[in-house]
């Protein structure tokens, strides 16, 4: 059973640019939930989307967005990129919406902003 | 505001060693609590959960205690393995998300 497919694993992008970074979920998982880790911040809740909705939005601007489309894959995209946006950005999908108890993380994009 | 604190931010075990770590949080409203293992260039991975109406559950070499009174949680990690040397996040959720400790590195000396 394959796991949770993040892509690419590794970006460097500059300041003001903007970055779509994808999660692939488990094989009949439909909620994708979106987490940042950074070193000071640790483990943050970006949101969660499932059957094409974001249903759950963490403390987050605005240039932080997702999508996620019929087939359960998600995107999510940084917009006006700043330096603190360097980040482990993590999906972790799970079977039903809220759904925490079955989250599995994906391996993440590490994005580092220059 | 981290939610949930966690403590050491980092420890260093001999093989066969007892790793223990703790965890605080003030919502009184969670639920569930679980413990997360992550190795470098890895996501978390689920190690151990607990609810809050059970005061001790053990799977294997890890064990979580837990003291609702108190409103603390703790991981035990026994006869601990270089191979268990990673990093440990304790987390709460009551909904939807989690929130997740500082987080614990580790390492378990030969």
């Known amino acids: 059973k394959a796991g949770v497919t993040q892509t690419p694993r590794y970006l460097i992008k500059t300041r003001g640019q903007q970055v779509t970074l994808s999660c692939s979920p488990i094989?009949?998982?439909?909620?994708v939930s979106w987490y940042q880790q950074t070193p000071g911040q640790g483990l943050q809740f970006l949101f969660e989307?499932?059957?094409?909705?974001?249903?759950n939005k963490g403390n987050f601007p605005g240039r932080f967005s997702g999508r996620q489309f019929s087939n359960s894959r998600s995107e999510m995209n940084v917009s006006t990129l700043e330096l603190g946006d360097s980040a482990l950005y993590l999906c972790?999908?799970?079977?039903?919406?809220?759904?925490?108890?079955?989250?599995?993380f994906g391996s993440g994009t590490r994005l580092t902003v220059v | 505001q981290q939610q949930v604190k966690q403590s050491p931010q980092s420890l260093i075990v001999q093989k066969g060693g007892i790793s223990i770590i703790n965890c605080a949080y003030e919502?009184?409203?969670?639920?569930?609590f679980p413990w997360y293992q992550q190795f470098p260039g890895k996501g978390p991975a689920l190690l151990i959960a607990?609810?809050?109406?059970?005061s001790e559950k053990k799977e294997g070499r890890f064990t979580i205690s837990f003291n609702k009174s108190a409103k603390q949680f703790s991981l035990h990690i026994m006869d601990s393995q270089p191979g268990d040397s990673a990093t440990y996040f304790c987390?709460?959720?009551?909904?939807?998300?989690?929130?997740f400790g500082a987080g614990t590195t580790v390492t378990v000396r030969a």
């Open positions: 972790a999908s799970s079977p039903q919406m809220g759904h925490i108890y079955g989250y599995t």
């Open positions: 094989s009949g998982h439909r909620s």
């Open positions: 989307y499932f059957s094409e909705t974001q249903r």
């Open positions: 919502n009184t409203a969670f639920d569930y």
């Open positions: 607990i609810r809050p109406d059970v």
């Open positions: 987390a709460a959720s009551n909904d939807y998300k989690l929130s």
